[in-house]
């Protein structure tokens, strides 16, 4: 049904179209002088016809089940769980019910079908009246010879601002979606617990529903969620990252820059830029079934005892995950530093690698802070490499042969498989969402800020 | 110190410093080389699977038919009984425990390849016809080489009766290894000989087209908006500043805002790839948006000027002329968003995607996985089996990737204009 309607309206646009253009040439043919080509005729006509029916159509679709959802379960107030009845009633309807026919699911049955055949009437009458009303509007403006190419292009130019506004949406919808189920779990959990207590074990939070905790509970409660673990274990394991990734990268930054000639700097290039391109899933995959148990076995042969899943493995790796974005941006950084300084160093006598330490990177200095500072905001926030190749326990060590977890290991395994809503324990994970939602982005606006200041400095 | 002797020193320094860089740049590299090789050497084997020859008694009695022998009668037909007296043929067993043994040499579907050779040619009926089974997982990894067999009996999963029947069954040349079409064609199993990446297939492509459908045209008209005609005022900055920030957050924040407001307020069905598109359009817009506007931004104003001074208004000059030169920069920028979407893990396994689906999914609402979701999925496995289909999982996506890297460099540098 929603198929056809929708077919028919894009019908009707496409036919308005070539309708639109005969009549503004019609037009011409009455001597009358036409103020736009005849083709923006039809595409006024055209955008007339398909955009408030289009509309209409599209928000109908998207509250018509919860309105008809409300309007049935205001019949039944005295259901107790009036999600499950009211899916229970959709099987029903549909004929795929397996289960106990209660009276009320086929008195419900029955008001839905009544419901949907008014909800499907009205649908059609109400786009029928908005694409005649729309189109007679349109064509009366055509057959008055208006502007139609000044009408069409201000139309244009509110459907590219409003595909702008997307952007904004998405962070309004990721900061309320964030913010809503945060605020939830720390009304149940003191947010003091949350970022200052040193033990994390989700798991106890048994309870079902945030409404039926009991006070003894909620105390019990109160130090299951303390997340300095965690954030202590993606700080670990991102300096190791670190570790392995700034002199990698830099250093390559400095020698594609400086040294390398342009047929070692064509190929290799690309090459240390797949390591960007690869999805972080493989490079779990790799920490996790070769990285890891290889520093097993090399621990055992050495009298260490380490962990299959230890921070070290999964630092390694996602520090060479992470050696593209450093090497490039201050590959990027370097190459932008202007000629005269390196000119004016060797003037007094300096060697190449002077002239690189003493000149060249202190003036791209802010450049490379920068790249690193996106970097770190990118190890924090990366979620595949740690679920498969760091722990799963909450561990306050700084030994990296043991195993540690971070904020988005948990988030994972909390949200994995079905999860209730309502439960302080899935409500936790939205709070660690938000805890690294603004990490991110601070570090994101402070290493964008010093890359833009440095860029205004030598263009 | 001689002026000599500390113009050494620096020289040496020099050359250090020189092989510092050198250094690092072929750590990069070689990390990549050591990282496909691992891949590839783990995952070739997959592209092949173990047969086991057996001669197949169509006993028509043992069949229980009733009326006609017909293809529609042999699909309702059980063949459990006659497909187990024609196994428990290739080697004498003493009692059910050992029967039970050559029985686990075969995969678990044995019945049905037995009964889909028959449908396939209904002729054979009631002769005794050489047909090709699928091994068992252990027998494939024993057969590829895969497995020790110098272990202790207890220590390995295939027992020295069923090495006996094996290395028999090789002498008799019964053991032959063909295509493993099940790869492509198969969902996901619990059994890794049955398990095939169709279904994961499938999904990563609804996936991928409806995050093109949504995020394509959004993301060229936004950045035409902001390249040429927004006006510089704080709406204008505002947006800039979201996009750049939404391009840097974390992939999982992505996921959380799919389950947050995609499955639980509005109520999209779960594990699905409309969602999965949905979603990862929203991280891929930012990412399109970026390289669109660069395209943009990189035509000449003279062009601009040019079309502007013969009368055409903003929009033709834009829409005309802009665009159509901007557009190898724009597709190139959005294929590229799209491989990484592509690759795309985390988000998708917030928004429900990692439930076992065995069915291939017909259509963006059914239930699916991912390729990179499928990856993760069976690294979690603990048979042996299970590595090199990951292995080969992860060769397919790769693959994917680099095509599409290709296909975005090539249309860079094929159709985009030097201006100089």
Known sequence: MNSLIAGVILILCLSSYFFGRSEARKLVTQNIKLKALPAYYGYYLSLWCGLPALIIFGCWSLFEPTIIKVLILNNFPQIESKDLFYEQTLSFFNGNFSGEITNEIKAASIKYSSINIIAQNSKIVIIAAALIGSLTFAYRKIQNNNKARDDVEIILKVLLFTSSLVAILTTVGIIVSLLFESLKFFST????????????????????????????????????????????????????????????????????????????????????????????????????????????????????????????????????????????????????????????????????????????????????????????????????????????????????????????????????GDQEFDSPKTQAAFALGLTLFIATLILNYIALRVVKKYREKYD | ?????????????????????????????????????NIFSKGSSAFSRTMIEVAVNYDSSLLELEGPINQNSLKDADFYDLAVESLLKIYPAKDSKEERQILRLFSPDYEFEIKDFLIKNPNKIDQIVPVKITASDDIDQLNKGNFPRDLPEDRRRVSNYQLNIYDNLIEKEKIDKKFNNYLFTKGDSRDPELAGIGGSLMGSFFTIIICLILSFPIAIMASIYLEEFAPKNKITDFIEININNLAAVPSIVYGLLGLGILLS??????????????????????????????????????IREAALSVGASKFQTVFHHVVPLAMPGTLSGTIIGLAQALGETAPLILIGMVAFVVDIPSSPVDPSASLPVQVYLWSEQAERGFVEKTSATIMMLLGFLIVMNFIAVYLRQKFEKKWN
């Open chain 2, 265 to 302: 307020v509005m109520e999209f069905p779960r594990s699905t790839p409309l969602v999965a598109g949905i979603t990862l359009s929203l991280m891929t817009l930012p990412r399109i948006i970026i390289p669109c506007r660069a395209s943009l931004k990189a035509v000449p104003p003279s």
């Open chain 1, 189 to 416: 959990i003191n947010i003091f617990e949350f970022i200052f207590g040193t033990s994390w074990s989700p798991q106890r939070a048994f309870v079902r529903d945030a409404s039926a905790i009991t006070p003894e509970e909620l105390l019990e409660l109160q130090d299951a969620f303390g997340s300095v673990p965690l954030f202590a274990g993606t700080a670990f394991i991102a300096l190791i990252a670190m570790c392995v990734a700034v002199p990698i990268g830099l250093f390559s930054g400095i020698y594609l820059a400086e040294y390398a000639s342009t047929k070692v700097r064509k190929y290799s290039k690309p090459i240390i830029e797949i390591l960007a391109g690869i999805p972080t899933v493989v490079y779990g995959f790799f920490a996790a079934l070769t990285v890891g148990p290889f520093f097993r076995t090399l621990g055992e042969s050495l009298g260490l005892t380490v962990s299959s899943e230890s921070a070290l493995a999964a630092g390694l790796i996602m520090g060479v995950m992470i050696i593209p974005y450093i090497s490039s941006l201050s590959d990027d950084v370097i190459n932008s530093v202007p000629q005269s300084l390196r000119e004016g160093s060797y003037a007094v006598g300096a060697t190449k690698s002077e002239t690189i330490k003493k000149v060249v990177i202190p003036a791209a200095l802010p450049g490379i802070i920068g790249s690193i500072l996106l970097a770190v905001s990118r190890a924090i926030g990366e979620t595949m490499i740690v679920v498969m190749a760091a722990g799963l326990a909450a561990n306050l060590t700084i030994n990296p042969l043991e195993s540690t977890t971070t904020i988005t290991t948990q988030i994972v395994m909390i949200l994995v």
């Open chain 2, 1 to 37: 110190m001689t002026k000599e002797q500390r113009l050494k020193k620096r020289y040496r320094a020099e050359k250090r410093f020189k092989m510092y860089g050198l250094i690092s740049v072929s750590l990069a590299v070689i990390f990549v080389l050591i990282l496909v090789q």
